[in-house]
């Protein structure tokens, strides 16, 4: 049982050494066994980013059903049940009572998906493997969310529309802050003070850069659609764009936000873009748009032009919902734990219903009563001072999330000096 040490004067026990066989063989079988749920929390993890890209394609797909029934809904399917009540000759209803249906269909189908996968937290759950898979049993469900809309009474669609506008708006909401989001992150990784010298360099170029190309952006407005007194409403859009431009810039260069120029620049560039693509939106005419008014087709620039705004539908939604830590001003910078789910389903889902409504407006030109021209998306005045409202209020976020970071910045800079001389 016990042996004498070499010294002969301390006694060590025999059992011990049978006991440090036992400890170190049970650590061995510990490490498989953490190994083998690594793996499995891997591929489960590859498979839920997998299933992202196939949402995505199932909201292409249903972009582009909306699309066909809104240029050719009466002439592919004439006996659908809301046919009837349209008549034949309003075509209109045709249109927007056929991409309102679908869009529907595609509401129906990521609320249900939301609602299943909401507050999903550990790649272990069941509801994570229902959002990565049983597609069979999600393709049957698809189907009877697309079927059932066909069926419901037009007044019913028509309130549909009406609670599409506000979700429609919402999801607008949701991109600018987005959008915001990106744009703080491009200025902090170029213009933060840890980086090298040529880094800050290239920063400062590509804010030269946005600067100079919104400028031009503006002055090339001015010639193209402003180019008369009679068109003061475009003056007035342009003209206000530069004023933003120019509180941007202050405010980046404030002594309390003093983020800058680059997140401002990028945001002058992309208030710019929004103004001209709302002038675009405006009905053709010959005084205030070198565009004539089309009917029918259009040219190949009509067509490529739609199919480029049809990608951008799908892409806004998409990059819109993976993350959804872009809406909290104040971040938890943890890091995600081994078995925790790579995005939030539950947002995800959300604001693929959203987008739902959104492309249901955007192929209407926000307007439940209108007839809109083939090959086109988001065209009237409704869809231009949608566009500028817009605008406005993407200047409007940018400026209060700025002082807010900038005044949080502050904060912190006082608490660390005041922890350091203390």
């Known amino acids: 049982m016990f042996r004498m040490g070499e010294n002969g004067g301390s006694l060590e026990p025999r059992m011990m050494e049978p006991e440090l066989r036992n400890n170190g063989s049970s650590q061995s079988e510990e490490q498989p066994a953490s190994g083998q749920k690594s793996v499995k929390c891997s591929v489960r993890k590859k498979k839920s980013l997998r299933a992202r890209y196939a949402y995505g394609v199932i909201f292409l797909l249903t972009n582009i059903i909306a699309w066909l029934f809104r240029d050719y809904g009466e002439r592919i399917l004439p006996v659908l049940p809301y046919s009837r009540a349209c008549g034949a000759e309003e075509r209109e209803c045709y249109h927007t009572m056929g991409v309102l249906r679908v869009s529907l269909g595609c509401f129906i189908f990521f609320f249900l998906m939301f609602v299943t996968t909401c507050n999903t937290r550990k790649l272990h759950e069941k509801r994570n493997a229902w959002h990565s898979g049983w597609w069979a049993l999600k393709f049957v469900l698809l189907l009877i969310s697309f079927v059932i809309p066909f069926f419901i009474p037009t007044d019913y669609i028509q309130l549909y529309g009406e609670l599409a506008r506000v979700g429609a708006g919402i999801f607008l909401i949701l991109q600018l802050v987005s959008v915001i989001e990106f744009i703080t992150w491009w200025n902090n990784y170029w213009m933060s003070d840890e980086k090298n010298k040529s880094s800050c360099s290239i920063g400062l170029f590509m804010s030269t850069v946005f600067y100079i190309a919104s400028v031009c952006g503006i002055a090339v407005m001015y010639v193209l659609y402003a180019s008369k007194t009679s068109c003061s409403l475009n003056i007035f859009f342009i003209s206000w764009t530069g004023v933003l431009l120019i509180v941007m810039m202050v405010i980046s260069l404030h002594s309390r936000v003093n983020r800058g120029l680059l997140s401002s620049g990028i945001m002058a560039s992309y208030i710019v873009f929004l103004c001209w693509t709302a002038i675009r939106s405006e009905p053709g005419s010959e005084k205030c748009s070198p565009q004539k008014q089309e009917s029918g087709h259009g040219g190949w620039s009509t067509i490529v032009g739609f ?116």
């Open 307 to 422: 199919v480029i705004a049809l990608c951008a539908i799908v892409i806004a939604t998409f990059s819109t919902g993976i993350d959804s830590q872009t809406f909290q001003f104040c971040k938890n910078r943890a890091q995600l734990l081994e078995d925790d789910v790579p995005y939030s389903y539950g947002f995800f889902h959300l604001v693929f219903s959203l987008g739902a409504m959104y492309f249901a407006m955007l192929f209407i030109s926000w307007n439940l009563g209108s007839l809109t021209r083939k090959w086109s998306i988001d065209v009237g005045w409704a869809s231009t001072w949608v566009k500028i409202v817009n605008e406005w209020f993407a200047a409007t976020i940018y400026c209060e999330y700025r002082f807010l970071t900038g005044e949080f910045c502050l904060k912190n800079t006082e608490n660390i000096v005041g922890m350091t001389t203390g």
